[in-house]
């Protein structure tokens, strides 16, 4: 039996990446998994991996963006399971274009995905565990949120970092009702975002070897990152933590 057994878990952006890595993770340790993302097909394909092993989990399409997607999923996860004690805030989207090309449109997109989504799913979920009285809450934010990264995008780093202090405010905010809200900075992680980086202009193919170079410990895999999660994530083992922002990075930033 899994740590997690009998505690409903939600985690967005659950079709691929860090995301996936968390719903998979969370499931093998016994809970009961709802995957969230609006990726249909990359949601179907987790839960036929997951449930071939005879896990528990479930797919609900959800646009993190959209206030009123995001009330109505969360909505239907409290009636159909009447709590949830997880809420996985991996949803985010990254975006290459920098200072000072980067355009309103361009920025809008990113915040609309990365910190709007953010909000509204830890506000509907915070509602939720503020009534049970329980609950916890991990985002998925990025080490360069303090650094000013190896992304060129001023959108993907404000957003990150406007995630960590969103972190700090719903920790305080919670914390009376036995609330717990944490973030983890990931540093280079081996997913989709890490090979379109990879391949920007100017990297002369040698992008993702850079990347690697740069970090002691080389470049990092999603479940280094569920693993985090996991720990944040239990009364058990986190059951003192709140507010606070946890680099998993490799030594990328040493601190």
């Known amino acids: 039996m899994g740590e997690f057994q009998g505690q409903i878990v939600a985690v967005t952006g659950a079709s691929a990446g860090i995301g996936e890595a968390c719903a998979a993770m969370f499931a093998r340790e016994s809970a009961t998994v709802i995957a969230l993302d609006v990726n249909e ?47 996985v805030n991996s949803a985010g989207i990254i975006s290459f274009e920098k200072f000072p090309e980067h355009t309103q449109v ?4 990113v915040m609309n995905v990365n910190i709007r989504g953010t909000y509204f799913c830890s506000r509907f979920a915070g509602i939720m565990m503020r009534r049970q009285h329980g609950g916890a809450i991990v985002n998925i934010s990025a080490g360069a949120a303090k650094t ?12 990150k970092g406007a995630i960590n202090s969103l972190t700090f405010h719903f ?13 983890i900075c990931p540093g280079p992680i081996d997913t989709s975002m890490i090979e379109k980086q990879a391949h920007l202009p100017g ?53």
């Open 41 to 87: 097909a990359g949601l179907a394909a987790l839960a036929a991996t997951l449930k071939g092993e005879g896990l528990d989990i479930t797919t609900m399409r959800l646009d993190i963006s959209d206030e009123a997607c995001v009330e109505s999923v969360f909505s239907a996860i409290e009636k159909q399971y009447g709590r949830l004690d997880v809420l």
């Open 106 to 109: 361009g920025w809008d997109k």
């Open 148 to 159: 000013g990264g190896m992304n060129p995008s001023p959108a993907y780093i404000a957003s």
């Open 171 to 183: 920790a305080v905010q919670l914390a009376k009702d036995n609330v717990r809200v944490n973030a």
């Open 203 to 255: 990297t002369h193919g040698n992008g993702k070897e850079n990347i690697i170079a740069a970090v002691p410990l080389g470049l990092g895999q999603p479940d280094d990152i569920a693993y985090g999660v996991l720990f944040l994530a239990s009364n058990r083992r986190a059951r003192y933590i709140t507010g606070e922002i946890l680099d998993i990075n490799g030594g990328l930033v040493m601190d």
